[in-house]
């Protein structure tokens, strides 16, 4: 519609919305909670002008020399402009005409033409929150480095994917979620209120080579450096992209571990370090020179490669390297404190990276969203659990989330949901997680 066409009657979008992130007021749209499109992408908005939107609410359609007349000064009047132009004034669709009429026409190009495909950010997030804005940053890493695990490569677009339908984080942010996994007679514990989110978007989908890759990973956890507080949480891909990121998070972060749940160690499943889902863990240790390592939840029942166990001993990596079975992990997570005290024992209070291989639930909770499902394991609610409790004690200073993959699912075991639910306890849990150990400088990046 053009600027000079008044044969239109135009109203605020009935969909639109006030959202606050931090002390950042944006104006959106809830119709991209159900809908593909919005009426135009969320743009930021002065205080000012968030008022002038509340006031437009309350307004009955007008032609726009109408709407100019409810406002005198330029400043106003210049913004009713933007609004109009990115379609938040839009014409009402009454008195079309008959069909095929040209002002229908109109209509359709004035409306429907320009409406803006929603946010493709988790939950809605826009594209312009600022780094130092935020108290965790969620990357994707859209990466697999293995056959068996190709499908993991889509699983940060699915994760995406599934929160637009969960909601938006500017009302997240404002309310926060409520969960009862820890309920033991209590109250629901909330969740994610206050957090400020970023979603930066995604590592490596343009990358070559592995070195590009592992290069612009180490660049991305560099931009950091001087921010101590900031952290971020990973979306895989599969696990391969573990082994680069805790690579590079060691360059910053003293005797930084790493906390593992997994249904499969990593670390005896290739003969020499090689960038692959598994050998994540092997990389670290022998490559990187990981401190301390701490996985949960493995089931690997018998196995001929004995030799690399023996091999890795002689190293000495088996005294850096602390395994516990799922047998011995559920004894633990049926009192998280005891999970803690096991943790401590190897980790005392050093800097942790979290890092969740989604097989690590049992393989008939995943129905097909995991790329090496390993049968019976964890449960969600014990999953969630330890991820609560851990962030509580330790000095988490980034995590991340792998091997999951998008997949059909019955209605009634739709692991999405699930997903969500965690990746909502990282979030709250690495801004709330306590502070660890001084930013150091120094630290071999990758060798290329």
């Given at each position: 519609?053009?600027?000079?066409?008044?044969?239109?009657?135009?109203?605020?979008?009935?969909?639109?919305?006030?959202?606050?992130?931090?002390?950042?007021?944006?104006?959106?749209?809830?119709?991209?909670?159900?809908?593909?499109?919005?009426?135009?992408?969320?743009?930021?908005?002065?205080?000012?002008?968030?008022?002038?939107?509340?006031?437009?609410?309350?307004?009955?359609?007008?032609?726009?020399?109408?709407?100019?007349?409810?406002?005198?000064?330029?400043?106003?009047?210049?913004?009713?402009?933007?609004?109009?132009?990115?379609?938040?004034?839009?014409?009402?669709?009454?008195?079309?005409?008959?069909?095929?009429?040209?002002?229908?026409?109109?209509?359709?190009?004035?409306?429907?033409?320009?409406?803006?495909?929603?946010?493709?950010?988790?939950?809605?997030?826009?594209?312009?929150?600022?780094?130092?804005?935020?108290?965790?940053?969620?990357?994707?890493?859209?990466?697999?480095?293995?056959?068996?695990?190709?499908?993991?490569?889509?699983?940060?677009?699915?994760?995406?994917?599934?929160?637009?339908?969960?909601?938006?984080?500017?009302?997240?942010?404002?309310?926060?979620?409520?969960?009862?996994?820890?309920?033991?007679?209590?109250?629901?514990?909330?969740?994610?209120?206050?957090?400020?989110?970023?979603?930066?978007?995604?590592?490596?989908?343009?990358?070559?080579?592995v070195a590009d890759l592992l290069g612009e990973i180490d660049r991305f956890c560099a931009r950091w450096d001087g921010r101590p507080g900031w952290r971020p949480l990973f979306l895989g891909g599969d696990h391969a992209v573990t082994f680069p990121i805790v690579h590079a998070l060691a360059r910053r972060h003293r005797d930084l571990c790493l906390i593992h749940f997994d249904a499969h160690n990593d670390l005896f499943l290739k003969q020499h370090p090689t960038f692959s889902h598994a050998a994540f863990l092997?990389?670290?240790?022998?490559?990187?020179?990981?401190?301390?390592?701490?996985?949960?939840?493995?089931?690997?029942?018998?196995?001929?490669?004995?030799?690399?166990?023996?091999?890795?001993?002689?190293?000495?990596?088996?005294?850096?390297?602390?395994?516990?079975?799922?047998?011995?992990?559920?004894?633990?997570?049926?009192?998280?404190?005891?999970?803690?005290?096991?943790?401590?024992?190897?980790?005392?209070?050093?800097?942790?990276?979290?890092?969740?291989?989604?097989?690590?639930?049992?393989?008939?909770?995943?129905?097909?969203?995991?790329?090496?499902?390993?049968?019976?394991?964890?449960?969600?609610?014990?999953?969630?659990?330890?991820?609560?409790?851990?962030?509580?004690?330790?000095?988490?200073?980034?995590?991340?989330?792998?091997?999951?993959?998008?997949?059909?699912?019955?209605?009634?075991?739709?692991?999405?949901?699930?997903?969500?639910?965690?990746?909502?306890?990282?979030?709250?849990?690495?801004?709330?997680?306590?502070?660890?150990?001084?930013?150091?400088?120094?630290?071999?990046?990758?060798?290329?």
């Open positions: 519609m053009s600027a000079a066409d008044e044969s239109f009657s135009l109203r605020l979008v009935p969909t639109a919305a006030l959202g606050r992130l931090d002390s950042a007021s944006y104006l959106f749209d809830r119709a991209g909670l159900t809908s593909g499109t919005a009426v135009a992408v969320s743009r930021r908005v002065s205080p000012e002008q968030a008022t002038l939107i509340e006031r437009c609410a309350g307004f009955e359609a007008a032609p726009f020399s109408g709407w100019l007349e409810r406002f005198s000064d330029d400043k106003s009047q210049r913004f009713l402009g933007e609004l109009r132009d990115q379609g938040w004034l839009q014409p009402v669709a009454d008195s079309l005409g008959p069909v095929g009429s040209a002002r229908r026409q109109r209509f359709f190009e004035a409306v429907e033409l320009r409406r803006s495909f929603r946010s493709r950010r988790l939950f809605h997030l826009p594209d312009d929150v600022g780094d130092d804005e935020a108290d965790v940053c969620v990357v994707g890493v859209p990466v697999a480095a293995d056959g068996v695990s190709a499908g993991a490569a889509l699983g940060p677009a699915a994760l995406r994917q599934a929160s637009l339908a969960k909601g938006f984080w500017f009302d997240i942010q404002a309310e926060g979620v409520f969960s009862e996994v820890r309920c033991a007679g209590g109250r629901p514990e909330i969740l994610c209120q206050g957090v400020r989110l970023r979603d930066a978007g995604d590592l490596g989908r343009e990358a070559v080579r092997q990389n670290l240790h022998l490559y990187s020179g990981l401190r301390r390592s701490v996985s949960f939840g493995l089931r690997n029942h018998s196995d001929l490669r004995t030799a690399r166990v023996a091999a890795l001993e002689a190293a000495g990596v088996l005294d850096r390297a602390h395994l516990y079975g799922l047998a011995a992990t559920r004894r633990l997570l049926s009192d998280p404190a005891r999970l803690v005290r096991a943790v401590r024992e190897h980790v005392d209070h050093s800097p942790c990276y979290l890092s969740i291989d989604i097989d690590v639930v049992s393989a008939t909770e995943l129905a097909g969203a995991t790329s090496t499902p390993a049968g019976a394991g964890l449960e969600w609610h014990e999953l969630l659990a330890a991820v609560m409790a851990l962030c509580e004690a330790f000095p988490i200073v980034g995590a991340d989330l792998v091997e999951t993959r998008p997949s059909v699912h019955p209605a009634d075991n739709d692991p999405r949901k699930q997903l969500l639910a965690l990746t909502l306890a990282l979030i709250d849990g690495l801004a709330k997680a306590p502070e660890g150990v001084a930013v150091t400088e120094g630290g071999a990046s990758f060798q290329t």
